[in-house]
């Protein structure tokens, strides 16, 4: 079993930048894909982006194409988020999560791809 430590959340003010990093323990995640989600108050949660287990392919929401950039780093079991030009309704918890297939070659974007979670962290944009 993965366990999944998000950090690098906090306030921002619109227009800013984060980045969240997501460390995994309890085995390696080098052969998995992993991505991050993000739960609004009030809403459901959404996909943000996933990078698969080699890092060659990455893919977004089309809302933050152009503006978040995914990656890893697979000898520290770490996968990233930069996020940059936050808005105000991009205020939400972040998730990360992690894949069970080995060596998945889809494009991974449903929750249901994504087995294992991590307990989120708060990204505020202020205005």
């Known amino acids: 079993q993965v366990q999944l430590v998000e950090s690098g959340g906090g306030l921002v003010q619109a227009g800013g930048s984060l980045r969240l990093s997501c460390v995994a323990s309890g085995r390696t995640v080098s052969r998995y894909h992993m991505g991050w989600f993000r739960q609004a108050p009030g809403k459901e949660r959404e996909f943000v982006a996933s990078?698969?287990?080699?890092?060659?392919?990455?893919y977004y929401a089309d809302s933050v194409k152009g503006r978040f950039t995914i990656s890893r780093d697979n000898v520290k079991n770490t996968v990233y988020l930069q996020m940059s030009s936050l808005r105000t309704e991009e205020t939400a918890v972040y998730y990360c999560?992690?894949?069970?297939?080995?060596?998945?070659?889809?494009?991974?974007?449903?929750?249901?791809?994504?087995?294992?979670w991590g307990q989120g962290t708060q990204v505020t944009v202020s205005s």
């Open positions: 990078i698969k287990w080699s890092g060659s392919s990455t």
């Open positions: 999560a992690a894949g069970a297939v080995q060596y998945y070659s889809g494009s991974a974007s449903r929750e249901s791809d994504f087995p294992s």
